[in-house]
């Protein structure tokens, strides 16, 4: 009876350990978590921000809970309930042909099919162990709240959604415009990557680069990058996000990028943001130091040749880009 009370408890804290170390995995790679939940194209990115952090303390409060063996009916049911709702969604995953399905986060990469699996056997070991009894002890009805209303908060400190950081970190952005409408009319944005084909079977992209003048007619929205920053690279691919979910006109993004040489090159750059589609072009980088103010990524939003807004990434929102690209309707009389 001993042993069996032993093997109960291994496996009872070692699922409770492993839904806190999934959540924590997750923290740590939130920005790719978040572009995840925003690529089935059920909730706008604001919204997955918020759901990516409340999903992260639901695995931490009951991996908690059942380690410790509080609210233990509740818990369990919760678990199972949760892990069927998973493996639904990892169905789509699959049939959608996801590569990493972000449960463990990028640090451990699984595809749907091994998640799947994963589930199941959790499953299998909380049924082992489903008629234990919960643990009360002194001023436990006070302390047990209090903790979980601590960890819950966890994920909203250490990785503040995008909504917070905004509120706290987002600046409008100086732009020094002579320098800027100098380099506009000049040739300083020399390089143009105007065809850019990625090739998925073969893990390859080709790119064919000219020489031209920049157009800015109309609406457009133009990126200061630096192709080895971790934060332009982020902006990148939430743009390529933004226009794809909201079916954007992609020849609407010009991306101003310097850094020549891998793994800091602007071929590298496209590849990872998955920013097929824009315009691409290469720029002195003491004149796009000199525009921004080193600050990157720097994002305008241009009508015809003049300034609108410019804003850095804690600003850039789907909300804003998708007014200001979408074609305005007359008004009816």
């Known amino acids: ?20 170390a999934s959540a924590i995995l997750k923290i740590f790679t939130i920005k790719e ?22 999903l992260i303390a639901f695995e931490i409060c009951t991996g908690l809970c059942l380690a410790f063996r509080w609210w233990y009916r509740l818990t369990w049911w ?4 949760s892990l069927l709702g998973f493996t639904i969604f990892l169905i789509f995953a699959q049939l959608r042909g996801d590569a990493n ?21 959790i499953m299998s070991l909380l049924l082992v162990i489903r008629n234990l009894e919960n643990w009360n002890f002194r001023f436990g009805a006070l302390i047990k709240p209090l903790v979980i209303l601590i960890v819950a908060a966890v994920p909203f400190i250490v990785a503040p959604p995008e909504i917070l950081y905004k509120k706290l970190y987002s600046t409008d952005r100086n732009i020094n415009t002579p320098i800027f409408e100098k380099a506009l009319s000049d ?21 064919v680069a000219e020489a031209k003048p920049m157009e800015l007619v109309g609406k ?17 691919k939430r743009m ?22 891998p793994p800091l090159s602007t071929y590298e750059f496209i590849q990872a943001t998955e920013g097929y589609g824009f315009e691409y072009r290469e720029i002195n980088p003491i004149v796009s130091l000199d525009i921004v103010d080193g600050e990157f990524p720097t994002f305008i939003l241009m009508q015809n040749d003049s300034i609108v807004k410019s804003f850095d990434l804690w600003g850039l929102e789907e909300s804003t880009i ?8 007359e008004p009816i009389n």
């Open 33 to 54: 978590f978040e572009l995840y939940i925003y690529s089935y194209g059920i909730f706008n990115y604001t919204l997955c921000t918020l759901f990516a952090r409340c």
């Open 322 to 329: 998708k007014e200001f690209l979408e074609p305005e309707t």
């Open 240 to 261: 390529a996000m933004f226009f794809r979910e909201n079916k954007l006109d992609r020849n609407k993004c010009k991306v101003l990028i310097f850094g020549n040489y």
């Open 1 to 20: 009876m001993k042993a069996k009370q032993i093997i109960f408890a291994i496996i009872r804290i070692a699922i409770g350990l492993f839904f806190i």
């Open 101 to 121: 399905c972000h449960c463990m986060g990028d640090f451990v990469e699984l595809n749907p099919l091994q998640s799947m699996i994963k589930n199941f056997i």
């Open 187 to 207: 040739s300083t944005f020399y390089q143009c990557y105007p065809i850019i084909r990625p090739n998925y079977e073969y893990d390859s992209t080709t790119y």
């Open 78 to 81: 919760l678990m199972q309930l």
């Open 220 to 236: 457009n929205v133009l990126m200061f990058a630096h192709a080895g920053c971790k934060y332009c690279r982020e902006g990148a």
